[in-house]
T-cell receptor, first 113, second 111 residues
Framework: ETGVTQSPTHLIKTRGQQVTLRCSSQSGHNTVSWYQQALGQGPQFIFQYYREEENGRGNFPPRFSGLQFPNYSSELNVNALELDDSALYLC????????????FGSGTQLSVL | SQQGEEDPQALSIQEGENATMNCSYKTSINNLQWYRQNSGRGLVHLILIRSNEREKHSGRLRVTLDTSKKSSSLLITASRAADTASYFCATDDSGNTPLVFGKGTRLSVIA
């Protein structure tokens, strides 16, 4: 049990819709990273937020956007959903900008039909 | 893009045997970490080895790092059915860059 919670656990959307995924970080952690994991693949880095500012972004289009709130919870928004967006979305929190040990939530399984 | 590449992709062993999985990476690293993922769930951090370290132990886990070959290995001794999971290596090239994961090794431990 990492203390990182994600909601919802499962979600079904249709192509073209928009989705918001939520993450509550472990207590004391001010850095959150979002990853996309396709079936049978490793997690792919989407972006990271540190103290409410985006601090690095992977190779994802602008329709993937995020927010981090003053309490360090976070949102991932995806607009204009595509079939290939179907994946497990993982958030991970860490302390002070670091990547030395990420604490992951259980993920949101998104299916786009 | 994925920095690390685990080998083998899948491994099946009997309970009590040792399991070894390898990770190769392409560029210089700050540290290398191993994570475990039970089916469809979040990843759990297992162990971190820094670029200036060669070997590290944690319980039944032993990790080695060879920076000249850009490779690492994870050994799980006396495996148990509960060790059945996917194992990922992850690297970053500095403290400020994102952690990049490989594709993972799926380990099955048969009781």
């Amino acid at each position: 049990e990492t203390g990182v919670t994600q909601s919802p656990t499962h979600l079904i959307k249709t192509r073209g819709q928009q989705v918001t995924l939520r993450c509550s970080s472990q207590s004391g952690h001010n850095t959150v990273s979002w990853y996309q994991q396709a079936l049978g693949q490793g997690p792919q880095f989407i972006f990271q937020y540190y103290r409410e500012e985006e601090n690095g972004r992977g190779n994802f289009p602008p329709r993937f956007s995020g927010l981090q709130f003053p309490n360090y919870s976070s949102e991932l928004n995806v607009n204009a959903l595509e079939l290939d967006d179907s994946a497990l979305y993982l958030c991970a929190s860490s302390s002070d900008f670091g990547n030395e040990k990420l604490f992951f939530g259980s993920g949101t399984q998104l299916s786009v039909l | 893009s994925q920095q690390g590449e685990e080998d083998p992709q899948a491994l099946s062993i009997q309970e009590g045997e040792n399991a070894t999985m390898n990770c190769s990476y392409k560029t210089s690293i700050n540290n290398l970490q191993w994570y475990r993922q039970n089916s469809g769930r979040g990843l759990v951090h297992l162990i971190l080895i820094r670029s200036n370290e060669r070997e590290k132990h944690s319980g039944r886990l032993r990790v080695t790092l060879d920076t000249s070959k850009k490779s690492s290995s994870l050994l799980i001794t006396a495996s148990r059915a509960a060790d059945t999971a996917s194992y990922f290596c992850a690297t970053d090239d500095s403290g400020n860059t994102p952690l990049v994961f490989g594709k993972g090794t799926r380990l099955s431990v048969i009781a």
